[in-house]
């Protein structure tokens, strides 16, 4: 568990309400009620509406989850379904 | 055309009647494969690291925005955006001018294993999202993506990629866009991650050769569905201006051909070859050994060439130019002036410089820029040094066919180095020469002589003489030759006979004017004998003369007598007296 006190700002790439996407949505709500209670913000971003910010974050594959703070930036992609994975992955826990 | 309709997109079927091609706008592409790659159909290029596959493509973009007015989307997964723009500002390509105009569209994907994680499911909408908001903005025609394979280097989950990359070709098809994926090559197969299996309408495959270490950049069409092409490799340049790929071999022998003539620039050559000199459009070849003028012989057609106005092209690949122009000033042969024409242009380069047939391209550019009616390569042999023969002669066939559909008049000189090895070089390119001359060393008498005679002269009457060829401070020359009891005579053996004849002739003159003077002589002898006699008949004539006057005399007086005597006896005696005293 992390004792930082910054804010974690996460951004989801999904591209329309695909399965994969709702799946990986939950998940990460999930995940941060657990970890991050109260000092996450999550932005949720369809690049079928917005394709233009594709580029900006270097999105490929969807569903990409982006931390954005703290940096340094970490990606992970996929629907999040390892819970182990996506916190080593945002660096919530140590690996 | 079996992904005609598979979901949304406009009419397809445009392509049902003969597969349309996009040009690519790089020369020599277009010709080899017929019209350019498939139209609406994503394209193969692959090779190794340094083959010039980006180089390709981007050149492919540029000039559909700038010549054919298709816009088209650079992606790339290698290079950023920015330095791509800096690679490819050598070759004068504003890409980001063409940004800003909305000609062109580059999106750089940054893939960092690094930074990222995959946890599960996936599929990489996001870069079609990308690439299709990318195509959408400027609408886009054509597509690069170079080079997709990174994204192996940077996700893990093989199996989804292979299915998001046939999606991703499909997907390409279905949008209509003109799309060239370059792709590495891997060891036993086009690309290392069968890149092959997805793009199978037209696969070109770039190479990057050295050979004694000497590089050459070659392209083959591997594959091209339902099109004809070119199957040779083909060799391309790099250059200052892009790609030029070489469509060398023309596949017909079925160029235009001219009887023109045109004069070899030295009279007396020309009057062996029918006195009219080579034809138009053929091809000539001057060999010999070292030092037997075979370079004056070619900068005199030169010379001969732009006295008429024409313009001529002289490949210099022994000697730097200007040591030519210097050298041929001592025969009387000023190159400068037609150099500051513009008529005559030098092109003096090592033939070690790049390969054989980087060669061919350099001066099939060259050609094309300057548009000469005589080409002029000096010398031909030095080209073994960075290849084998039969490699050599696969090079000027090749540069002889181009010329010759262009009606191009070429004359390349050869160095043959001695006696054994002479006919090899030379038989290597004979038959594709339609003229054939050769210098030969004659080492007689202490002295070594040049002798020029016509080997063969396809289509016209040529002499069979053996001439002796003469260069001197005005020029070039050739002079029949003696042929003495010792052989052919040339140099001082042929001034010593010339001589001789000389001496003779005047002793000869001396002997007749000798016997002349004899009969004048014995003709004064039997005049003057004439003379006498003549002389002599008039005396005795003389003395005849007299006879007979005595003798009328005698007659005159005897009749006289008689007719006084009649008179007295008829009795005039006072008379008769005086008739008897007399």
Redesign the interface.
């Known amino acids: 568990m992390t004792t930082e006190h910054k804010k974690w700002e996460l951004r989801l ?1 999904i ?2 309400h695909t399965e ?1 996407s709702v ?2 949505l939950n998940n990460l709500r999930r995940y941060c009620e657990e970890h991050l209670k109260g000092q996450y913000k999550i932005e949720v971003i369809d ?2 509406r917005k ?2 910010l ?2 900006g974050d ?7 989850l982006v931390r954005k703070v703290p940096e ?11 819970e182990e ?2 916190l ?2 945002l660096n919530i826990i140590p690996a | 055309m079996k992904t005609t309709n598979n979901t949304k997109q406009k009419k397809e079927n445009k392509t049902l009647p003969s597969l349309q091609k996009s040009p690519t706008g790089i020369s020599g592409l277009d010709e080899v494969t017929g019209g350019g790659i498939p139209k609406g159909r994503p394209t193969l290029v692959c090779g190794e690291a340094g083959s010039g596959k980006t180089m390709l493509s981007i050149e492919f973009i540029v000039k559909g925005a700038m010549q054919f007015n298709e816009p088209g989307v650079i992606m790339t997964f290698e290079e950023r955006a920015a330095e791509l723009a800096v690679n490819v500002a050598s070759l004068g390509f504003d890409l980001e001018k063409l940004q800003a105009d909305k000609k062109i569209k580059m ?1 750089y ?3 960092s294993r690094a ?16 690439l ?2 990318a195509i959408d903005s400027i609408k886009a025609k054509r597509v690069v993506l170079d080079t997709i394979e990174n ?1 192996f280097g ?2 893990d989950n093989e199996g989804i990629l292979r299915a998001e990359l046939r999606r991703l070709f499909t997907w390409l098809k279905d949008k209509g866009v003109t799309a060239i994926i370059t792709g590495e090559r891997g060891e036993g197969k086009l690309t290392r991650y069968g890149l092959e299996e997805y793009v199978s309408d037209c696969v070109i495959l770039l190479d990057h050769r050295v050979v004694n270490q000497i590089s050459t950049r070659r392209m083959r069409i591997v594959k091209y569905r339902g099109s004809l092409h070119g199957t040779n490799e083909y060799p391309f340049l790099i250059d200052a201006e892009g790609i030029s790929v070489l469509p060398v071999t023309s596949l017909k022998l079925d160029k235009e051909i001219t009887s023109d003539r045109i004069s070899s620039g030295i009279p007396t050559i020309d009057e062996m070859l029918g006195s009219k000199g080579f034809f138009r459009g053929s091809s000539i070849l001057i060999s010999g050994t070292a030092g037997t003028g075979k370079t004056s012989i070619a900068t005199a057609f030169a010379d001969g060439v732009c006295q008429n106005k024409e313009r001529c092209l002289f490949f210099a690949f022994e000697e730097p130019p200007l040591q030519i122009i210097r050298n041929m000033r001592s025969i009387n042969m000023d190159l400068n002036k037609h150099v500051k024409a513009g008529l005559l242009k030098f092109c003096g380069a090592r033939p070690t410089l790049y390969g054989l047939e980087m060669h061919l391209v350099a001066i099939h550019k060259e050609i094309q820029q300057f548009k000469p009616s005589v080409v002029i390569l000096d010398p031909i042999t030095n080209f073994i040094s960075i290849g084998s023969i039969s490699e050599v002669k696969n090079m000027l066939i090749r540069l002889v066919d181009f010329l010759q559909n262009e009606q191009i008049t070429v004359m390349f000189t050869a160095l043959t180095l001695n006696d054994q090895m002479n006919d090899q070089t030379d038989e290597a390119i004979s038959s594709l020469v339609d003229s054939w001359l050769l210098i030969k060393d004659i080492e007689y008498n202490g002295e070594r002589n040049r002798a020029m005679y016509v080997m063969k002269s396809r289509g016209m009457k040529h002499s069979n003489q053996v001439r002796e060829f003469v260069i001197s401070d005005d020029g070039l020359e050739l002079i029949d030759v003696y042929v003495g009891p010792d052989g052919v005579l040339t140099g001082s053996a042929r001034e010593a006979q010339m001589l001789q004849e000389e001496t003779g002739v005047a002793i000869h003159n001396y002997a007749l004017s000798r016997k002349d003077r004899e009969i004048m002589r014995k003709r004064k002898v039997l005049e003057s004998k004439i003379a006498n006699l003549n002389s002599e008949f008039e005396s005795v004539e003389e003395e005849l003369n007299k006879v007979y006057e005595e003798e009328e005399l005698r007659k005159q007086i005897l009749s006289k007598n008689r007719e006084m005597m009649q008179t007295i006896r008829r009795g005039n005696g006072a008379d008769e007296p005086q008739n008897t005293k007399k």
Do not use: C, M, W
């Open positions: 790439y591209a329309g994969k799946t990986a690049l079928l394709p233009q594709a580029e270097q999105i490929l594959a969807t569903p990409t340094p930036i970490r990606k992970i992609i996929g629907d999040l379904s390892n994975k996506v080593v992955g | 999106d994907v940054h893939i930074e990222i994680q995959e946890t599960g499911e996936y599929d990489l909408d996001g870069l079609f999202i990308r299709g908001h994204l940077g996700l």
